[in-house]
């Protein structure tokens, strides 16, 4: 793992939940600061469930970053991947909504 600085590895083993919602919904909520992670709690809590110890480093990382450093994360995926939520997710216009759901999973974990 990489210290106290997030990585672009430390990410991509979330992939599946920063899909979740398809990007078209995802920019409707991002434009709305609006909790997604409300809408797909069982699939969320499915899978933090599953996580192993390194895993769960990974994701108090995460949930510890400041939301510039994981916007800058977001864009070198996007760039990686061409995956369009990590492009709504790296909008500087959408750091209330990243705030507003990395609390609520923040509750969950």
């Known amino acids: 793992m990489s210290g106290s600085e997030i990585t672009y590895e430390d990410v991509r083993e979330y992939e599946k939940l920063f899909t979740l919602a398809p990007s078209f919904l995802m920019q409707s909520f991002a434009r709305r600061n609006s909790n997604i992670v409300s809408k797909f709690k069982p699939q969320i809590l499915s899978h933090l ?26 864009d070198e995926a996007y760039r990686k991947t061409h995956i369009k939520q990590y492009k709504i997710l790296a909008d500087p216009k959408h750091k209330e909504f990243i705030k507003i759901n990395l609390d609520e999973i923040r509750k969950l974990v």
């Open 49 to 74: 469930a599953g996580l192993n110890a390194n895993q769960k480093d990974k994701l108090d990382l995460i949930l510890n970053s400041d939301v510039e450093s994981l916007q800058k994360i977001m």
